[in-house]
């Protein structure tokens, strides 16, 4: 009976219109999140993946107060504009105040989105006739894509990986060795502001799957779950993208079962069962395989003690 | 501060000297680094810098690359601005200013230092691998380019970023603490690669923390604390007067 | 960072925020009803309402006698509404309160309690409502409150209006029962003239399709189908689910169109429309319904009449 529901669940992800499009926009965000997210993790800058996608939120506010319409294009675009800005003025308070780097992104992070949540209660008291819903991009509305929505998923996507493509080993030297790239001629600070766009454009991928609150953790646990089974960057960026977009179908496929289920949270969780499981089971750094190897390593230890010990009693007998 | 021979004309003092620096300042925020530092490297000598700690050693090395900004001064590299010379110079940083737990191995590592010979958008290829290789062979690390960096001993990890330097085939080596911390082997290995780069008339410049083996390893000495408290080589320069006056406790800023 | 770029953003944050916080002192002065007043001497009682419908049918009660503030306007979405504290300050302020009742105000908790203790004249307009009038929610069993969709509800509504001026200012009964036969006069008009509209709908194309449950007083009385994404509050989850079930029922049945609603983001039925067209059944969006709110005021559709007519022309159009 299960086998036959969840088959059929599969087969809709081909079949049936709207997961399709859910399971494929879900996936794009995904796969892009997945890749990108290996630089956040690996330059330890989860915290400002946070900041960024939350500070995105007033973005999409603005862009309705100027523009007045709910064009999805115009508030994506303003969702990156300030995104971005949030950036800026993260980096901004960090290098011209006393203030460390993980307070000045909290504080980015709670004014903007603080900002955000003014603006869309302020609209929502005066807005013109269409402005309900801005509030979707909260935690995502992904059982509202469509194909129009998932081709411009796409682009922005493919615009992302041509980009890491292009860039590759500049990312690849600023991340590990910056100071070494910089001796190269590699312009950091331009590559960083580089490697902050196409995650500002993830973040806006993200905003009708996951929505601004969660879009962290796709950026944080593929890379996180991928770092767990291979110490090649190439091979884990691959992996990362690999587990996101699984999370994003597997994730669109489960909440698709239920009547009144959220999309973005229950992705969110299928990427978190996928890190646990990393964590648990890989082969090299796994808790349960270093666990097993560290009994074996006291054993064989004990092994040897005992055999000594034998032997010396031995030796006592024979004196 | 030391007066410099300034009796030869300029095409000369290129000759002898690698790197040129003239009153260079350097100040993070309110604080000055590094003040009026007039000073050159010798090519072909073995230079120590040594300093107590603050003393802006590092910073004098990162500000002859550019990478840090300077407030006041100038450095040519080879009678250019750096910016224009950078094949010429190799960098190794100090181990700890990198994570080793990055997800790649030591071969990959070396192969970065070419990355500035390709340039934007070419990507590494069999020839750049090649090269890497040998360089990784130079210091005796072949049967670990597949090792993960983090899995490599300290002295192993300051073997790769001399391979990566190596393979930047440059004139002039600017290290900072590469002997800090590592294996007797490690070390005996460096300085006989660092001594063969110098016979071929290379630069070698090393940030240094032990006094006890300046003498032994080097032939020229920088001894720097803030300001520039001697510099020349070992013999007539490394006494126990300048090395009272380097790591006396506060260092006023003499202009 | 250089300087000026850095002095340039942080400035560029502090307009900002002071441009927001500017808007929205403006948009307190905005909302403030203010009729002029001929006496010279501003006796006008002070209204605090909640949905715009309530406000025009107070409007139509009180005439020049009140002076009304709705706290939500067009295009607003009662189910997820929070107050500000400016909201707050308006409802102490008042000196009677009519709000809808039945939980469509969710998320304003319990204020309208805590207010009619301190003393404020605090009625819900569908308190009158005999129980077996109401309609029952499928999800939980709760009272639908979107009570307003059918007219002779409504009319019970504008009784309880008259009942809490009156209460308050019984000076003006005379006023007030005048205004509100008139009212229930053009209420019984529009009533009729929604039934000989309705019959040029075949019967099996009476089903109302739309983002959420607004509608079913509307369906019980004029004989259609209620269906919808969301159910009876916004603030349940459109899922995958409800999606592809409503789209094949609807391609199924060969409904003719679905409808957006004002308050609500068009997204989840252009989803639906999608979804069913991918199905090969032609649906098409029949046009925007008032649901949780009317109008502009000023506009026709910025009354209940108004807004109940284009509603019911808008459905006509679309499924006839």
């Not at chain 1, 493509?165 to 690849?172: D, G, H, V």
């Not at chain 1, 089974?229 to 190439?234: C, G, I, P, R």
């Amino acid at each position: 009976m299960i086998l036959e529901e969840i088959l059929s669940v599969f087969l809709g992800i081909f079949t049936d219109y709207t997961l399709r499009y859910v399971a494929l926009g879900s996936a794009i965000l995904g796969i892009t999140s997945g890749a990108l997210g290996c630089f956040t993790v690996l330059r330890k800058q989860s915290l400002f993946g946070d900041a960024i996608a939350h500070a995105a939120l007033p973005g999409i506010g603005f862009a309705y107060l100027f523009a007045g319409v709910k064009d999805s294009l115009l508030l994506m675009f303003g969702a990156a504009i300030f995104a971005w800005f949030g950036g800026i003025v993260a980096l901004a308070i960090t290098s011209t105040t006393r203030i460390k780097q993980d307070a000045a992104l909290g504080i980015t992070l709670s004014v903007f989105f603080g900002l955000g949540i003014v603006l869309l209660t302020y609209l929502q008291s005066v807005g013109g006739s269409s402005q309900g819903g801005l509030d979707r991009f909260l935690f995502g509305q992904a059982a509202a894509l469509i194909e129009s929505d998932v081709i411009n998923l796409g682009i922005l996507a493919a615009f992302c990986f041509a980009v890491l493509i292009l860039f590759y080993k500049e990312f690849k030297i600023i991340t590990f060795d910056s100071s070494f790239g910089q001796s190269l001629g590699f312009p950091i600070k331009y590559l960083n502001a580089l490697l902050t766009s196409v995650i500002v454009v993830a973040v806006v991928i993200g905003l009708h799957t996951v929505g601004v609150v969660l879009m962290v953790s796709m950026l944080i646990a593929p890379a996180a779950a991928a770092k767990q089974w291979t110490s090649n960057l190439k091979n884990m960026i691959i992996l990362s993208a690999i587990f996101g977009g699984l999370s994003g179908i597997i994730g669109s496929m489960i909440s698709s079962t239920t009547e009144g289920m959220s999309t973005g949270p229950v992705i969110v969780i299928t990427i978190t069962v996928i890190l646990g499981i990393s964590l648990i089971f890989s082969p090299k750094q796994g808790y349960l395989f270093k666990y097993l190897r560290n009994q074996r390593k006291s054993q064989i230890s004990l092994n040897n003690i005992k055999t000594i010990s034998d032997k010396e009693m031995e030796n006592d007998g024979n004196f | 501060m030391m007066e410099q021979k300034s009796s030869k004309n300029n095409s000369s003092i290129e000759n002898e000297y690698s790197v040129i620096i003239k009153n260079l300042s350097v100040t993070y925020q309110t604080e000055p680094a590094l003040w009026n530092i007039d000073l050159n490297f010798p090519k072909g000598k073995m230079i120590a810098i040594v300093g107590p700690n603050g003393a802006g050693k590092s910073t004098l090395v990162k500000a002859v690359m550019g990478l840090v900004p300077i407030t006041a001064g100038k450095v040519s590299v080879f009678g250019k601005p750096y910016s224009k010379n950078r094949d010429k110079v190799a960098y190794v940083p100090q181990r700890g200013s990198v994570d080793w737990d990055f997800p790649t191995d030591a071969l990959d590592v070396v192969e970065m230092g070419l990355y500035g010979k390709l340039g934007w958008f070419r990507r590494p290829n069999s020839k750049t691998k090649n090269l890497a290789r040998e360089c990784l062979g130079k210091v005796g690390l072949s049967d670990y380019e597949d090792r993960q960096i983090g899995q490599l001993s300290g002295g192993q990890q300051q073997r790769v970023f001399l391979a990566r330097a190596l393979a930047q085939d440059a004139q002039i080596y600017l290290m900072d603490e590469p002997l800090n911390g590592v294996d007797v082997t490690t070390e005996k290995t460096i300085l006989s690669i660092l001594e063969n780069l110098r016979k071929e008339g290379k630069t070698i410049v090393m940030v240094h923390h032990e006094l006890q083996t300046v003498d032994k390893y080097f032939d020229w000495v920088v001894m720097v604390n803030r300001n520039l408290i001697a510099n020349g080589p070992i013999k007539k320069v490394f006494t126990k007067t300048n090395l009272d006056r380097t790591y006396q406790e506060k260092q006023r800023m003499s202009i | 960072m250089k300087k000026p770029i850095l002095t340039a953003s942080i400035t560029a944050v502090a307009i900002i925020i002071g441009i927001s916080v500017v808007f929205v002192e403006n948009n307190n002065d905005v909302k403030i009803n203010d009729l002029e007043n001929s006496d010279g001497i501003s006796e006008k009682i002070i209204v605090t309402t909640t949905t715009n419908v309530i406000t025009d049918l107070v409007e139509n009660i009180g005439g020049d006698h009140v002076s009304v503030t709705g706290l939500m306007g067009p295009g607003v979405d009662p189910h997820l509404y929070r107050p500000s504290a400016g909201d707050v300050k308006k409802l102490q302020n008042a000196d009677i309160i009519f709000y809808n009742g039945l939980d469509l105000e969710g998320k304003m908790g319990d204020i309208f309690v805590k207010i009619g203790r301190e003393g404020t004249s605090v009625w819900a307009v569908s308190e009158n409502i005999p129980l077996e009038s109401l309609l029952i929610l499928n999800t939980n069993g709760n009272f639908d409150p979107h009570i307003w969709w059918d007219v002779e509800l409504w009319a019970e509504a504008a009784k309880v209006v008259a009942s809490g001026l009156k209460e308050y200012d019984p000076n003006n009964s005379e006023k007030y029962d005048k205004n509100l036969s008139q009212y229930l006069n053009q209420l019984e008009i529009l009533n009729s003239n929604n039934l000989n509209k309705i019959n040029s709908i075949p019967q099996d194309q009476r089903v109302l399709v739309t983002a959420h449950d607004a509608f079913q007083y509307f369906g019980h009385t004029y004989g259609f189908e209620e269906l919808s994404i969301q159910g009876w509050s916004t603030d349940s989850e459109a899922g995958i689910k409800e999606i592809q079930n409503l789209a094949d029922e609807i391609s199924k049945r060969k409904i003719k169109a679905l409808f957006v609603e004002t308050s609500i983001s068009p997204a989840t039925i252009e989803a639906l429309e999608a979804a069913v067209q991918d199905r090969g059944h032609d649906v098409v969006i029949g046009g925007e319904l008032f649901s949780d709110a009317i109008g502009e005021k000023g506009t026709f559709e910025g009354t209940y009449v108004g807004a109940f007519t284009h509603n019911i022309d808008t459905i006509i159009e679309a499924l006839k």
